[in-house]
């Protein structure tokens, strides 16, 4: 069974919501505040890569290049994570990696605190900063893959976008009944409501200004996020009963 089909990697609308406004929240501060450099939107990062490449500006390419490598590392890592719990026959265990993902966080807070940002060595700072954050949202990207039956990314917006047009010509296309445009509808509300979220996000960081301590507000998100999801699988018994789908071996 692929990772995108697995009910344990489900949430609710809430719960999306308030993932991609920390991934919009991040994202806006490490790039207005830190570095010019995007720790969750990749589309974005490979944009500014390519300009920094084509620029001959090396730091620059050097920052987005860090936090693309780390980012595919985050999701190397929370994919491995649940593969090897799937074939142990046990259940997957998001809240894990979101409670991770809040501790990377808190880590990179405390990091630039302590070190400061204005250092002149600036690799003493910017790099493991970038790395960390990188590495946090690639595992936010594996943690929840669906609202219901709709397909979702948590960290990003650009493939939202996207489906939102599709979805709305589907939704109020003519060759469409009844039932298959209330889907289709309700397909765009999620949808909207997650770019709603990343924007939002961003835009609170944006507002907020340049205090590093503004990182524990997504910190305290991320690990509300991990709670709710712990108490869903609890309340649900899926911990402690491992599957028997034999796809799942």
């Known amino acids: 069974m692929p990772l995108s089909s697995d009910p344990h990697l489900s949430g609710t609308r809430i719960l999306a919501i308030v993932l991609t406004a920390t991934g919009g929240f991040v994202d806006a501060h490490v790039f207005l505040y830190l570095a010019r450099v995007f720790v969750a939107n990749m589309s974005g990062n490979l944009v500014l890569f390519g300009m ?21 590392g985050g999701v190397f890592f929370a994919s491995r994570f649940h ?73 990003y917006a650009s493939g939202s976008v996207a489906r939102f047009g599709s979805e709305t010509a589907l939704a109020f296309g003519a060759g469409s009944n009844d039932k298959q445009r209330s889907v289709h509808r309700r397909a765009l509300g999620v949808l909207g409501s997650l770019v709603a979220a990343y924007i939002a996000g961003a835009a609170i960081a944006a507002f907020v200004g340049a205090s590093v301590a503004w990182l524990f507000l997504p910190c305290a998100a991320l690990a509300w996020a991990g709670w709710v999801t712990h108490r869903r699988i609890h309340t649900t018994g899926e911990v402690g009963h491992p599957s028997t789908d034999p796809h799942h071996r």
């Open 52 to 72: 920094a490449l084509g620029q001959q500006q090396w730091t620059a390419g050097a920052h987005q290049g860090a936090a693309l490598v780390a980012f595919v």
């Open 83 to 155: 593969d090897r719990r799937r074939r142990s026959g046990l259940p997957l265990r998001p809240d894990l990696l979101l409670a991770t993902e809040a501790t990377l966080l808190a880590a990179v807070a405390l990091w630039v605190l302590t070190v400061g940002a204005g250092h002149e060595a600036e690799r003493i700072v910017i790099y493991p900063a970038i790395v960390v954050a990188a590495f946090a949202m690639g595992m936010q990207n594996a943690a929840l893959l669906r609202v219901g039956a709709i397909a979702v990314a948590t960290t």
